[in-house]
């Protein structure tokens, strides 16, 4: 069985992600927390042994077949485009870096 969750561990985790929590909070979490814990203790003890190792969960594959095929039209693409500059092509979008 694995050591009982803390108020001070909560804090700990917390602080790591930069989180402010109220008291309730704390408490609140460490409850859900130990409860989370608890249920991949029970995960865990599940005897797999005969079960076969899978890379997906699915039996078969449900992706389409990758077959290249034709795009829409530039012109058709910039024509809603909001503030597009369609002598070069492109759309212009808002700077997002400093």
């Known amino acids: 069985m694995a050591a009982r969750l803390?108020?001070?561990d909560v804090e700990r985790i917390?602080?790591?992600?930069?989180?402010?929590?109220?008291a309730e909070e704390k408490e609140l979490f460490t409850r859900?927390?130990?409860?989370?814990?608890?249920?991949?203790?029970?995960?865990?003890a599940v005897d797999t042994s005969g079960v076969p190792a899978t890379a997906h969960v699915l039996a078969e594959r449900t992706e389409r077949e990758d077959d290249p095929r034709g795009s829409?039209?530039?012109?058709?693409?910039?024509?809603?485009?909001?503030?597009?500059?369609?002598g070069a092509g492109l759309f212009r979008v808002p700077r997002v870096i400093a």
């Open 6 to 8: 803390t108020i001070a």
């Open 72 to 86: 829409l039209p530039r012109d058709e693409a910039l024509a809603n485009a909001p503030d597009a500059a369609p």
């Open 14 to 22: 917390a602080a790591l992600a930069h989180l402010e929590l109220t």
């Open 32 to 44: 859900q927390l130990a409860d989370v814990l608890a249920y991949a203790e029970q995960v865990q």
